[in-house]
């Protein structure tokens, strides 16, 4: 699967697609015209995976959760993003990359890492040896409880130490599909509950021990709530909320931020342990 925290955004944008699986069906003459005899529980799936599609696709905002197993470890974000490429949330990619996330359209990003975090940095430079744990204490010290401030554009060195690379809500809607496939076969199971909301599962046909399972709101509209993909024995869990909520990404005060050049050179130094 994906290897970094950094291609998170680009899972989400594409788990809104179910896969095409094709499939073989009896066309049959009925009045008049040819048709596919279609399974209830089908056609519901593929009227429910539509509207929740378009409804995703036409949001202004929208929190996205992604949750998923890679070579590295588990990893986690949490992020409510705009139409103006504004967000907020979390990250978890890891005991040394874990903390919250400003990203304002246009300005600077903002990154405070945990508490936990930094004394996971603190511990792996212990192990480098006195020189390198005496430097990191230094720097991870400027770090507590604050936020490093992270140009954006080249040369703000961004790259080397952003859990997320866009907030860009347009690029994962863009790349959602306006309806299922012609082959895809989806079916709508029972109303159940996860995460205490009531969701109508749809779930598309397993092939080869892969399998996507797409949740959708039982009550109101159908708005996408989530999304599980098993691929190659990995799974990776999606989840979404606070459609239409305001997205409060404000620069914090002075006083509690830290130029990310004070950690290191382009910043990459407080992780250089």
Same mark, same amino acid.
Do not use: W
């Given at each position: 699967?994906?290897?970094?925290m950094?291609?998170?955004?680009?899972?989400g +944008?594409?788990?809104?697609?179910?896969?095409?699986?094709?499939?073989?069906?009896?066309?049959t003459?009925?009045g008049?015209?040819?048709?596919k005899l279609?399974?209830?529980?089908?056609?519901?799936?593929?009227?429910?995976?539509?509207?929740?599609?378009?409804?995703f696709?036409? +949001?202004?905002?929208?929190?996205?959760?992604v949750?998923m197993?890679?070579?590295?470890?588990?990893?986690k974000?949490?992020?409510?993003?705009d139409?103006n490429?504004?967000?907020?949330?979390?990250?978890?990619a890891g005991?040394?990359q874990?903390?919250?996330?400003?990203m304002i359209?246009?300005?600077?990003?903002?990154?405070?890492?945990?508490?936990?975090?930094?004394a996971?940095?603190?511990?792996?430079?212990a192990?480098?040896?006195?020189?390198?744990?005496?430097r990191?204490?230094?720097?991870?010290?400027?770090?507590?409880?604050?936020y490093?401030?992270?140009?954006?554009?080249?040369?703000?060195? +961004?790259?080397?130490?952003?859990?997320?690379?866009?907030?860009d809500?347009?690029?994962?809607?863009?790349?959602?599909?306006?309806?299922?496939?012609?082959?895809?076969?989806?079916k709508?199971?029972?109303?159940?509950?996860?995460?205490?909301?009531?969701?109508i599962p749809?779930?598309?046909?397993e092939?080869?021990?892969?399998?996507?399972?797409?949740?959708?709101?039982?009550k109101?509209?159908?708005y996408?709530?989530?999304?599980?993909?098993?691929?190659?024995?990995?799974?990776?869990?999606?989840?979404?909320?606070?459609?239409?909520?305001?997205?409060?990404?404000?620069a914090?005060?002075a006083a509690?931020t830290?130029?990310i050049?004070?950690?290191?050179?382009?910043?990459?130094?407080?992780f250089?342990?």
């Amino acid at each position: 699967m994906r290897r970094t925290m950094v291609r998170v955004v680009a899972v989400g +944008a594409a788990v809104g697609g179910l896969a095409s699986c094709g499939t073989d069906r009896e066309v049959t003459y009925a009045g008049g015209t040819l048709e596919k005899l279609v399974p209830e529980d089908e056609r519901r799936g593929r009227e429910l995976a539509t509207e929740a599609m378009t409804l995703f696709r036409d +949001a202004d905002s929208v929190r996205i959760g992604v949750e998923m197993d890679t070579p590295k470890g588990h990893q986690k974000v949490s992020l409510l993003m705009d139409r103006n490429s504004n967000c907020t949330g979390t990250f978890d990619a890891g005991p040394a990359q874990r903390g919250d996330i400003i990203m304002i359209a246009g300005g600077s990003t903002y990154v405070r890492f945990s508490e936990a975090a930094l004394a996971e940095i603190r511990r792996m430079a212990a192990a480098r040896g006195p020189e390198t744990a005496a430097r990191v204490r230094e720097r991870t010290a400027l770090a507590s409880g604050k936020y490093l401030k992270i140009p954006t554009g080249p040369g703000g060195g +961004a790259r080397r130490v952003m859990p997320v690379n866009s907030c860009d809500l347009d690029k994962f809607t863009g790349a959602m599909p306006g309806s299922p496939g012609p082959n895809d076969v989806i079916k709508a199971l029972p109303a159940t509950r996860r995460h205490g909301a009531a969701v109508i599962p749809l779930i598309e046909n397993e092939e080869e021990g892969d399998r996507t399972s797409v949740y959708v709101a039982a009550k109101g509209k159908p708005y996408l709530l989530g999304a599980e993909v098993e691929e190659n024995g990995r799974t990776m869990e999606m989840r979404m909320s606070e459609y239409g909520e305001p997205v409060s990404a404000v620069a914090p005060t002075a006083a509690e931020t830290v130029d990310i050049s004070k950690v290191g050179p382009a910043g990459g130094g407080l992780f250089e342990v």
